[in-house]
């Protein structure tokens, strides 16, 4: 490695600036409880998804929000008894509140009880009137999953989900979703990536496949949802207008064009339970809007905790704040992230918890850190300008400058956990190579290898902390603080390791708090 490419690597040429817009959505929750892991999950992996592509120079929004109507709210209120916007306002600020703990990076909290949101969702409706009739609706309904059941679907009195159904006979109003089969299988196929894990992809073909049926939008008997437009006593089904919070977040119905623009480059994170809502109705009713069909429906997976389906009865609900407040919300992104696959179902088990944080990250991750940065310590914080490198510390330079690139693929398949695991290979090796090089030895023996050693190795942390950035902002962070960087961006950083003044370090995973 010569000087003019040796240890000054630039992030921003490294990495190279790819400026696009990317608009990122988490679902926006049910208020009827308090949030849980799985939202927390969903909206942590939202984080990473728009953090990332912040960092790779994308323009970015991402929106989160509440889902404050529907007859589920209405009931949840009710039974307190509280008046409904009351209880929802609370209930939104507890969902608020668990942004702040997870560190979302939200650009937009939305509300649907909002005015902004009942102008938009009476927009929607009124492009959507050419497919719109209406008709008599008779036949079950699930509040609980605030869904209609086909008959053929219920046992028991129950819907597939397990939840009770009940017998609904009303005027309504219907959209014509039988009408979009063939552009729906159309779509599916020119654009193969649109939902996401590959694996769902049939899923949602077959069904579609199976024949759509026209689906009732309106309810009549029941008032806690925006009105539909023109109608003295109908609301909009509940589902049409939680979709709607998609767009309203872009500025509809103002600035259509735009809205349109950035809909095409929009990924939604949602739970593999709604995904034949945005994979199926939503973009139906965008084409029949002339809005753009989302990028990407990415359907997570379910976590349940301790092998068991998580329920207040059985008191095995995994409250995130508990966990934050214990271990740091950094260890709870990493572990959400790491221990399975996105798309994959979990078991959230306290052992297998404690596990990834005292093996992943307490020894690999913080300890290469601690070990390098305390080497530095003894060479009085500074590092001395030393182009001598051998070629075990050009492969593993190499290594680290290909770490982003890496990433950008897995991140464009939102492989969170690839990348995960990417970046710890790169953790695993510069750790071995702690091992094979001894720097202790050196120290004693050869001060000029050891400036080499310690500089390959401050490289390789500094591209590890660059791409943990998005999953891990905070210890990303601390990282770059450690070496005195403070105030540059993680992209500007320019690295020159004779000009950085290291400080001594402290523990990046305190092992008790
Ligand atoms: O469905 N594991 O809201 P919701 C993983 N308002 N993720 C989970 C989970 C679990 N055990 N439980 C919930 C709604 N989630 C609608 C959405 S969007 C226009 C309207 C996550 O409060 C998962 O992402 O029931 C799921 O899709 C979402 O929370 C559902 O939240």
Redesign the pocket.
């Known amino acids: 490695m010569n000087k003019s490419d040796g240890c000054r690597c630039i992030a921003t040429e490294l990495y190279g600036a790819k400026p696009s817009s990317v608009v990122v959505t988490t ?4 208020i009827n409880g308090a949030p849980h892991i ?2 927390a ?2 909206s942590i992996a939202a984080d990473v998804i728009a953090r990332f592509h912040r960092l790779d120079g994308s323009k970015v929004h991402l929106s989160t929000g509440t ?1 404050e109507h529907g007859i589920k709210v209405a009931r949840s209120a009710e039974t307190i008894p509280m008046d409904v916007q009351k209880f929802a306002d609370q209930m939104s600020d507890k969902f608020r509140e668990m942004n702040r703990a997870i560190n979302l990076s939200e650009d937009d909290f939305i509300r649907t009880t909002e005015n902004r949101h009942r102008e938009s969702a009476q927009a929607l409706w009124k492009l959507l009137e050419k497919d719109i009739y209406k008709d008599t609706y008779s036949g079950w309904y699930s509040a609980r999953d605030e869904e209609y059941v086909a008959a053929e679907d219920v046992v028991d009195g129950n819907a597939p989900s397990g939840a009770p159904v009940e017998w609904m006979e009303e005027e309504s109003y219907f959209f014509r979703l039988s009408a979009y089969q063939d552009r729906l299988l159309d779509y599916y196929d020119k654009h193969p990536d649109f939902i996401a894990p590959p694996s769902r992809r049939n899923e949602v073909i077959n069904f579609v496949k199976n024949g759509l049926r026209d689906f009732s939008i309106s309810r009549n008997k029941f008032d806690w949802g925006v009105p539909v437009p023109d109608s003295n006593d109908h609301v909009m089904y509940v589902w049409i207008d ?2 709607a ?1 998609y767009i309203t977040s872009l500025g509809f119905p103002h600035n259509r064009e735009y809205v349109s623009e950035m809909m095409a480059n929009c990924i939604h994170v ?2 593999k ?2 995904l034949r809502f945005h994979a199926v109705y939503w973009p139906a009713f965008l084409m029949s809007a002339g809005i753009s069909v989302p990028k990407r429906v990415f359907a ?1 997976g ?2 349940v905790s301790e092998g068991q389906k ?1 329920s207040k009865s059985i008191g095995n609900v995994v409250d995130p704040f508990e966990i934050i407040e214990k271990c740091g919300i950094d260890s709870l992104r990493y572990f959400l992230l790491r221990e399975i696959r996105f798309g994959e179902d979990g078991d959230f088990s306290n052992d297998a918890f404690q596990r990834r944080i005292s093996y992943d990250l307490a020894n690999d991750l913080g300890n290469l850190v601690q070990r390098v940065l305390v080497f530095i310590q003894k060479l009085d914080g500074r590092l001395s300008v030393n182009y001598d490198f051998s070629s075990e510390e050009q492969i593993l330079f190499v290594h680290a400058r290909g770490l982003w690139d890496s990433l950008r693929q897995l991140m464009e398949k939102q492989d969170l956990h690839g990348a995960l695991c990417c970046i710890w290979d790169l953790v695993s090796e510069s750790n071995k190579f702690i091992n094979d090089m001894r720097p202790w030895e050196l120290a004693r023996t050869d001060v000029r290898r050891l400036n080499a050693v310690l500089t390959t190795l401050c490289e390789s942390i500094r591209a590890i902390a660059f791409g943990l950035a998005p999953f891990m902002p905070g210890t990303a962070r601390k990282i770059f603080d450690f070496m005195n960087v403070e105030g540059k961006s993680f992209r500007e950083l320019s690295i020159n390791f004779s000009d950085v003044r290291f400080d001594p370090p402290a523990p990046l995973f305190p092992r008790e708090r």
Not at 27 to 30: E, S
């Open positions: 679902p926006i929750y049910y799985g939202h999950y969903a889902d939680a979709l919070n949602v739970g339970e709604i997570h379910w976590w998580m």
